[in-house]
């Protein structure tokens, strides 16, 4: 079993950034790939980034340049940092993790999540 919460999040303006953690309990953290997704008012779950086996990364495009995805596994936990935020980028924030190397871009292919954190970026 893994347990996993998020923090971090807030209001921010356009052009800001963010920081979110995401701390793991268990002793394999570093066995499982960590993502992180979110969900926008309206809209389904969609994929943000990824790192999965020898630090692997993976960024969907409206991210990429804006976002990186980093692990401490020292620490059991995994970051995101958000710079040049765009209101688009508002939504609840979910830290995922799921056993493997491998990365995976569908929701479904991860077994734990997180509760969420909300980051809302004003224009």
């Known amino acids: 079993q893994v347990q996993l919460v998020e923090s971090g999040g807030g209001l921010v303006q356009a052009g800001g950034s963010l920081r979110l953690s995401c701390a793991a309990s268990?002793?394999?953290?570093?066995?499982?790939?960590m993502g992180w997704f979110r969900q926008a008012p309206g809209k389904e779950r969609e994929f943000v980034a990824a790192?999965?086996?020898?630090?692997?990364?993976y960024y969907t495009n409206s991210v990429k340049g804006r976002f990186t995805i980093s692990r401490d596994n020292a620490k059991n936990t995994v970051y995101l940092q958000m710079n040049s935020l765009k209101p688009e980028d508002t939504a609840v924030y979910y830290c995922?993790?799921?056993?493997?190397?491998?990365?995976?871009?569908?929701?479904?292919?991860?077994?734990?999540w997180g509760q969420g954190t909300q980051v809302t970026v004003s224009s």
């Open positions: 268990g002793r394999t953290f570093s066995t499982y790939t």
């Open positions: 995922a993790a799921r056993g493997g190397a491998i990365i995976f871009v569908q929701f479904s292919e991860y077994g734990y």
């Open positions: 790192i999965g086996g020898r630090e692997s990364t």
